[in-house]
């Protein structure tokens, strides 16, 4: 996402934030309605997105315990959901390596799909590292989430319905904005494409809940060797032609 140099720090942490900000209010809305549904108090699903702040994972553990689940397969699935947190603090690490640990810490309370996305295409495209912005965004973030989560839960009562007002919908359009401008070079638009492809060959084929996790695995590892490929042919192509000298091959 392309924000203007001219922006303060605080400005520009508001700037990067606002489509995430669009698409958590709904969904939070959406989570809100969907816990008290299930018999989670108001206020518990409201300390969730305070305290856990994972929109996947807020929803599974809501699902579940609706179901009945026991308390360890829910931490279980919740775990398994949320463990892409730490390949993305991974990918992020290396620009965030000359802070404090206890600032990356408080940096990494804050990571979700959404703010790496922005700040991982931010960095790409030469962004100089500044707290402030990180921290705005970040915290903007999670606040349109937790009043989302709070309107939901709260009032959410009064909507009988929530399937006409296309909420099921307001996460696949945030993501579909933030993956649109990381797709800068050829490689990264095939990738996505053959991502979303076999994400919806795998639907069909009937596998309903891993086949997205499968599919990025997939298309991840596809990347990474397309990428360790073309750097190949680049090293071969720029290896000058090794000179021949005169009676080289001759024989005596």
Known sequence: MSVPVCLSPLAQGLH???????GYIPVGFAFGVLAVKNNIPPGLAVAMSV?????????VFASMWGVGANALSIMAAVLIVNLRYLLQSAAEAPWLAAL?????FLLGLGLTDETFAVHVTAFQQGWRCNLTTLFVCNHSAQLAWVSGTAIGAFC?????????????????AMFLALLVPQCVSRLHVIVALFTAFLSIALRGLGMSQWNIALATVVGASLGVCLLLLKGRQDNRSSVPPRR????ENSHA
């Not at 021949?244 to 009676?247: A, D, I, P, S």
């Open 100 to 104: 404090p640990r206890w600032q990356r």
């Open 16 to 22: 990067r934030s606002l489509p995430i900000m669009l």
């Open 244 to 247: 021949v000298e005169h009676g």
């Open 156 to 172: 959410g009562e009064l909507v009988t319905d929530v399937q006409p007002l296309g909420l099921d919908y307001a996460l696949t």
């Open 51 to 59: 305290l856990m702040f994972s929109g996947s994972g807020q929803f």
